[in-house]
């Protein structure tokens, strides 16, 4: 749904009269699943672009304050919950500001990428530790992250035969089956769901912040692992890997995650030689090269 910043301005003063005095403005890059406001310097509002991503909100107003003490890095702090409107049907949040760039918005030197493998592998160590009661399961709340890679089956063997003529198809389904058969016997950890570039924030070529924790649930870490892949290079992958105290099943898993996720990507792009598409190719490539 449209949602624009008069819309939320009409929530502010409706809901929280005493915060109308701030200025609201859109973020330069809001997300797919949520867009995301400043409100004044200090603050921020997210609001659920669908129906499919407004469960998440209560989820995160729940969890994060439980999460954060036991993190060194800065994660969202739910300041205040809104709730569904005349005007506006979902929850949704204001959050305390979180100072960095996004991953996704910056070229990183070889010295950064190998600060931030050692920072990533240090917040996934921290919130693997974190007691996991009464913590979601996996679900259609955060698309299954968390879970086996199997609950993608179907949709991997149709990209991999959709796209054949991008790909190579053998080693595509070497990938993917192995990834299926591995097993986890580990214990349940928490799970962001989407460590991804674009969620990750960095000051000064180190991890400022972890945002966007919709998606996260109690499972299987391996979803968490794809960002070895789609952000580090050979080099920063090792200290990541190193630095992460996993058993070989479970990296298989992160290849076959991360193997989807590059055809899912690949798939809704429509220049198959552009230079987005060239990146999911790339990251196709490198997990290959590691059977």
Not at 64 to 69: D, G, I, T, V
Not at 82 to 87: A, I, L, T, V
Not at 256 to 261: I, T, V
Request: net charge negative; with cysteine; charged share 25%.
């Amino acid at each position: 749904m449209e949602i624009t910043e008069n819309l939320v301005k009409e929530l502010v003063a409706e809901q929280f009269p005493e915060l109308t005095y701030l200025e609201i403005r859109q973020v330069q890059l809001s997300g797919h699943d949520n867009k995301t406001f400043h409100l004044g310097d200090e603050m921020m509002i997210r609001m659920p672009s669908a129906k499919c991503y407004a469960s998440q909100v209560l989820k995160e107003q729940e969890f994060l304050p439980k999460l954060s003490p036991f993190l060194s890095f800065p994660i969202p702090r739910p300041l205040f919950l809104g709730n569904p409107s005349k005007k506006y049907p979902f929850n949704w949040s204001i959050y305390s500001y979180l100072d960095g760039d996004s991953v996704s918005s910056l070229s990183l030197n070889n010295i950064q990428l190998e600060n931030l493998a050692h920072d990533l592998a240090k917040f996934l160590k921290e919130l693997h530790k974190i007691n996991t009661s009464n913590g979601p399961p996996p679900g259609l709340h955060n698309y299954w992250r968390g879970d086996a890679p199997y609950v993608y089956d179907n949709d991997t063997r149709r990209l991999i035969n959709k796209l054949s003529n991008e790909i190579d198809v053998s080693k595509a389904i070497e990938t993917w089956e192995k990834a299926i058969s591995s097993k986890f016997n580990q214990d349940l950890v928490w799970v962001h769901g989407d460590f991804a570039s674009g969620n990750i924030l960095t000051r000064d070529g180190r991890l400022s912040a972890v945002i966007d924790f919709g998606c996260m649930a109690v499972g299987d870490p391996a979803c968490d692992l794809v960002i070895a892949w789609t952000l580090l290079k050979v080099m920063d992958r090792q200290i990541f890997k190193d630095n992460l105290s996993f058993d070989e099943d479970t990296w298989t898993r992160a290849k076959g995650w991360a193997l989807w996720k590059a055809l899912v990507t690949l798939e809704n792009i429509d220049n198959k030689v552009s230079p987005d598409a060239l990146k999911q190719l790339h990251i196709i490539n490198e997990v290959y090269k590691e059977q």
